[in-house]
């Protein structure tokens, strides 16, 4: 079950530079899109999603870009912050499902 | 800030045993689900429930697995005869549905087989 991927096992980021955490998709009955941090030994932390109607969203230091076309999301972290440092999970939801699909995550180092 | 609560944070049990884990949801949210991380893997869809009833299960999910929501509050994961495989992060999370925030997760429980 591989319909939600990131291909970047992990990414490493001076502080104060922008973070890019790409994910890519294959099932376009995908209509809902999350971004998750996690902390080793913490569950999945929330961080902003995108329905399939827009092509971005904005919260703060965090932008979610979606390309239905090309079924791929990314998330843009700008500044990056040392704190910022955890794994990033990309996941999914068609309309009809009632399950979020995750990705294998993305290890972030932001180093100061 | 109202989160999602999971008790215990760790279970250590014998292979075959059976346990049971807790989840509180967020209170206004209708939807509500588990999760489990293997060590090393990714995060892996178990269950989602609704309106008091499963809406949605995984291929891991089989006749070993089961949930249950005994009152207004609680949720719950029944592992019967636990296997070394089972041994897992289990995470409870819960969402109000449709487009809007999250789902939220709780902290997890770490369980342990031996």
């Known amino acids: 079950d591989q319909q939600v991927k990131q291909n970047s096992p992990s990414l490493s980021v001076q502080e104060g530079r922008i973070s890019i955490l790409n994910c890519d998709y294959t099932n376009s009955m995908f209509d809902y899109f999350l971004w998750y941090k996690k902390y080793p030994a913490e569950g999945p932390t929330f961080l902003i999603s995108?329905?399939?109607?827009?092509d971005k969203n904005e919260d703060g230091r965090f932008t979610v870009f979606l390309n239905k076309s090309a079924k791929h999301l990314s998330l843009h972290i700008v500044p990056s912050q040392p704190g910022d440092s955890a794994v990033y999970f990309c996941?999914?939801?068609?309309?009809?499902?009632?399950?979020?699909?995750f990705g294998s995550g993305t290890k972030l180092n932001v180093k100061p | 800030e109202p989160e999602v609560t999971q008790t215990p944070s760790h279970q250590v049990t014998q292979m075959g045993q059976e346990v049971i884990l807790r989840c509180v949801p967020i209170s206004n949210h209708l939807y509500f689900y588990w999760y489990r991380q293997i060590l090393g893997q990714k995060v892996e869809f178990l269950v989602s429930f609704y309106n008091n009833e499963i809406s949605e299960k995984s291929e891991i999910f089989d006749d070993q697995f089961s949930v249950e929501r005994p009152d207004g509050s609680n949720f719950t994961l029944k592992i019967r005869s636990t296997k070394l495989e089972d041994s897992a992060m289990y995470f409870c999370?819960?969402?109000?549905?449709?487009?809007?925030?999250?789902?939220?997760f709780g902290p997890g429980t770490r369980l342990t087989v031996l």
């Open positions: 996941a999914a939801r068609g309309f009809y499902f009632n399950k979020f699909y």
């Open positions: 995108i329905s399939s109607i827009k």
């Open positions: 999370a819960s969402s109000e549905g449709g487009s809007s925030q999250g789902p939220f």
